[in-house]
């Protein structure tokens, strides 16, 4: 089993960066895509960013490709999302998911079957 716990939400203004952490814990070795999505209110559930653990394939979504950039510090199995412009349309519950299937559709929250508990961001105009 795989715990993930993220951290770093906070509330900011537009324009600002932020940087979130989702620790991994338990059998991590078998883990094969770990995501960001988010979910604002009265909306469904967005993909966000994808990657596999090894690194090797990065996916972005359109709204954030170029602000946002996933990555992960081996040493201490923490997957980041750093955030840059933000802007008040990113205001949202941010949640990592990960799957240990390698033949998951990296941006489909159907595919994931381990979560966090979520990290509220909120971004003022």
């Known amino acids: 089993q795989v715990q993930l716990v993220e951290s770093g939400g906070r509330s900011v203004q537009a324009g600002d960066s932020l940087r979130l952490s989702c620790a991994a814990s338990?059998?991590?070795?078998?883990?094969?895509?770990v995501a960001w999505f988010r979910q604002a209110p009265g909306k469904e559930r967005e993909f966000v960013a994808a990657f596999t653990w090894s690194g090797h394939s990065i996916t972005y979504a359109d709204s954030v490709k170029g602000r946002f950039t996933i990555s992960r510090s081996n040493r201490e199995s923490t997957v980041f999302l750093g955030m840059n412009s933000l802007k008040p349309e990113d205001t949202a519950t941010y949640y990592c998911a990960a799957t240990t299937d390698p033949r998951a559709v990296p941006d489909d929250a159907e595919n994931y079957n381990i979560w966090g508990q979520g990290t509220q961001v909120t971004v003022s105009s």
């Open positions: 338990g059998r991590i070795f078998t883990l094969w895509y």
